[in-house]
């Protein structure tokens, strides 16, 4: 059997210049993780059946977009941006609006490319306050998008007529043509008309970050000076992440639109750019999957964790506090860490240490998590009586042996947290030398 020739072919080039072509294989891994990525999307709504989960599985495909727009800035332009809600709330505006001149007739576009048009709103205002607001880097670029941010919310209370007051604006999304008899009143419907539009906007923000400007704001990022030196304008190349950023953001408005038919002023809030900011940072900012993760957690903690309990935003600021603390990198970060340390073989060695870190903050949780929501009964629920249902146990938050109790399960789960650490910090370190040596001996051999 012949053995193929791995040299380049040559082939005559116009102009008669001899030039080169070479076969380039494809990254197959690349393609089975987009695949099962739309395989999710297609098969997660026939898995969780009940509209509940219809319901949250909507509002993460539009989480999704948003956050990975929002770190099209943070991640990948390192501008950190206090105002990304101005731009996808703007762009539900635009999109309700445009839904209501749909129903009443002036309009005949498809409910489909409704979003599209909260896409093309949000890019016109990127155009209009961009220039602006990416003159400066850094920390002026936080307060000047924390500023136009509060003006455009302030805005929404001044002018009801375009933001529809304390009310807002509401909408009918099953209206216009019905193509193959698609009326997008079902939840269902709805939901694959999202998951089209988040593979979509995902794969393009992906392919983004393969092209020359994508790279180019990585170097801005990292060093703006030598980006100026050899002859690039640091601020255009701001300026044009920032507006596909918001034009994608617009995208993600519009889906919320039809998603839940009413846009108030909430959508253009400081709050809301915080969320994404908070989410994105803890699903990981330097990752490109990093903020899928933070999306998907955003959405459980505002629909499940906040009908837990009333002191979720507590719980969700200690687990910030602490990502920042041991994990700045977000939980991509640490999956990435894990899979480094799986490539050598070595992780079936920390399966103990990870079981006791995971038990004893647990307990350690727990034990806190009943102080918690101890002082939240006394303050919101005070006419209930002292008594309080937790975890299946009653607590008395007058009595001196459940605050005992409590404190007494936070602090031994802390101590043995602490102990686990601490065995689990030289156990690492002995397997990252290990890694260390074996790459080293990789690259001696020939």
């Not at 205002?125 to 919310?153: C, D, R, S």
């Not at 629909?303 to 990502?323: D, I, N, Q, R």
């Not at 038990?359 to 102080?371: E, F, N, P, S, V």
Request: glycine letters at 12%; charged letters at 10%; hydrophobic letters at 50%.
């Amino acid at each position: 059997m012949p053995v193929a020739d791995t040299q380049p072919a040559r082939l005559p080039a116009a102009g008669g210049k001899t030039g080169y072509y070479e076969f380039k294989p494809y990254n197959v891994g690349r393609w089975i993780i987009w695949s099962l990525f739309a395989l999710l999307l297609l098969v997660a709504p026939l898995v969780f059946t009940s509209s509940l989960a219809h319901t949250m599985l909507s509002q993460m495909g539009i989480a999704i977009i948003v956050c990975l727009s929002y770190n099209m800035l943070l991640g990948q332009g390192g501008m950190l941006s206090f105002g990304h809600a101005v731009h996808s709330g703007l762009g539900s505006f635009l999109a309700i609006h445009t839904l209501n001149l749909v129903s009443a007739g002036t309009l005949p576009l498809p409910v489909s490319l409704v979003p599209v048009a909260g896409g093309l709103a949000g890019l016109a205002f990127a155009l209009l306050l961009g220039w602006v607001t990416t003159k400066k880097a850094a920390t002026p670029f936080a307060m000047i998008t924390l500023g136009i941010g509060e003006l455009v919310w302030a805005s929404s209370l001044m002018f009801p007529e375009f933001f529809g007051g304390e009310g807002g604006i509401s909408g009918n999304r099953v209206t216009g043509s019905k193509p193959f008899g698609v009326t997008f009143g079902p939840q269902i419907q709805l939901y694959y008309l999202i998951a089209i539009y988040t593979f979509v906007c995902t794969a393009a923000m992906y392919a983004f970050t393969r092209t020359p400007l994508g790279r180019m704001i990585n170097a801005v990022r990292d060093n703006p000076e030598r980006v100026e030196f050899v002859g690039y304008n640091t601020q255009m190349v701001r300026f044009l992440v920032f507006c596909i950023s918001a034009f994608f953001a617009g995208i993600s408005g519009g889906l919320a639109a039809l998603n839940f038919e009413i846009v108030t002023s909430e959508v253009v809030s400081g709050p809301r750019s915080g969320a994404y900011l908070l989410f994105t940072f803890l699903g990981g900012a330097t990752f490109f999957f990093g903020p899928i993760i933070g999306a998907v957690l955003m959405v459980l903690a505002f629909v499940l964790l906040s009908e837990l309990t009333k002191a979720w935003l507590l719980y969700l600021g200690l687990v910030f506090l602490f990502m920042v603390m041991y994990a700045p990198g977000g939980i991509a970060s640490l999956i990435m860490m894990n899979v480094r340390v799986a490539a050598f073989g070595r992780l079936r060695d920390l399966w103990v240490s990870y079981l006791a870190l995971a038990a004893t903050a647990l307990i350690t949780l727990l034990g806190a998590a009943g102080m918690i929501e101890m002082v939240y009964h006394l303050k919101l629920n005070p006419a209930l009586g002292p008594e309080l249902q937790f975890l299946g146990t009653t607590l008395n938050a007058h009595g001196v042996d459940s605050w005992f109790g409590c404190a007494f399960v936070m602090l031994s789960g802390l101590g043995l947290f602490e102990l686990t650490r601490r065995q689990f910090v030289r156990q690492w370190g002995e397997i990252q030398e290990y890694i260390e040596k074996e790459t080293r001996r990789r690259e001696s051999q020939p």
